[in-house]
């Protein structure tokens, strides 16, 4: 019951995370932005699925997000720019080195095609990827550890939006279908008044 407690609590801090660090706003909202106008894509069109081309592009956040994160780390409190800043935390260098290693290792596998298309665009598509990110960056910005509560409520995080996002794309698709079913139903209407 305490891990709960305390995944709950991370998942907490990792939602307000933008409120408690108003920098992480300029690059959240964005993630947060293109998640939701994607979601609402794929509601409206289910036909369409993800191809490589989106899913290279999706892998290209990680290395956005990280040039970003070390922008915030070479700037101190003042807004003046050092080396000295971008090496004072060690960890958060470390982690950002490792985002743009994950970064290049992503758009490498997209690129080459190296996985079975379903899994590729499974993992490569906006929710997964753009969660991921928010919550490595949410790290670097807020100081919250890496460590298995993390990770939890990362998962956590991911199963809320995912069911957010479902139930959007549900009614959008659900949208879309009665807007269809217009035009039918007035043309129906029109053949029965010929006849």
Known sequence: MEILMAVLHRFI???QAPITEPKMLWMATPLIIATLFMTLYFGKYRKEELG??????NTMVFLFVSLNIIQAMYYDAN????LNNLFANPFHLTMTIVLIAIAVFLML?????????????????APPI??????????????VPADYITLGAAVLLFLVISIF?????ALESRAGR??????????????????
């Open 178 to 195: 009665e807007e269809e079913e217009k035009p039918k139903k007035k043309e129906e209407k029109k053949e029965v008044k010929e006849k």
């Open 52 to 57: 490589w081309n989106t899913a290279f592009g």
């Open 79 to 82: 807004g003046v720019g050092s």
């Open 13 to 15: 801090e990792l939602v």
């Open 130 to 143: 753009n969660v991921t990110v928010y919550v490595l960056m949410t790290m670097v910005y807020t100081e």
């Open 109 to 125: 596998v997209t690129y080459y095609h190296l996985l079975p298309k379903r899994v590729a665009f499974f993992l490569f598509a």
């Open 165 to 169: 996002l479902k139930i959007l794309q």
